[in-house]
Every structure is written in structure tokens, then in C-alpha cells.
């Protein structure tokens, strides 16, 4: 994790804008990174690995949520 990333993921979000420019910085994990990560996390329980898993997946919500637009929620809702 270089240490932006860090500071992006410590870093208050305060507004929709800020969110989507944190999720976005969060690189995609491969299908095998994800698997050793989510056994880091099982087997030694490292929390960084859950860290990682958590925010490299914070653009799927953002996609789930679009998918609810219109629906008389605001979106950052």
C-alpha cells in the first residue's frame, strides 16, 4: 500500500466527490491477489489484508448504488 493510499484511506470524506475520487484511487485486485488476501485475513487475520479487500472494492458499491438512482434518494444516501 503506498503511503497516498494510505492517506486516502484515513483521509474524512466529506462530500460524494471525495468518495468517488478515494475509490477510484484503489486499484482492481486480480482474482489471485484477492484470494491471498482473503486468506491472509482467514488463516493469520491480518487487518491490513482485510484493509486492502474493503477499499479495492469501494467502487462495486458505488456501481450498486447508481444502480438505484431514481429511486427518491439522494445519491450519497
Known amino acids: 500500500m503506498t503511503k497516498e493510499m494510505q492517506n486516502l484511506a484515513l483521509a474524512p470524506v466529506g462530500n460524494l466527490e471525495s468518495y468517488i475520487r478515494a ?23 491480518d487487518l491490513e489484508a482485510a ?16 444502480n438505484y438512482e431514481g429511486y427518491g434518494l439522494p445519491q450519497a444516501e
Open 23 to 45: 475509490a477510484n484511487a484503489w486499484p482492481m485486485l486480480s482474482a489471485d491477489e484477492e484470494r491471498a488476501l482473503a486468506e491472509r485475513l482467514h488463516y493469520q487475520g
Open 51 to 66: 484493509k486492502t479487500l474493503i477499499l479495492s472494492h469501494l467502487r462495486f458499491g458505488l456501481h450498486i448504488a447508481r
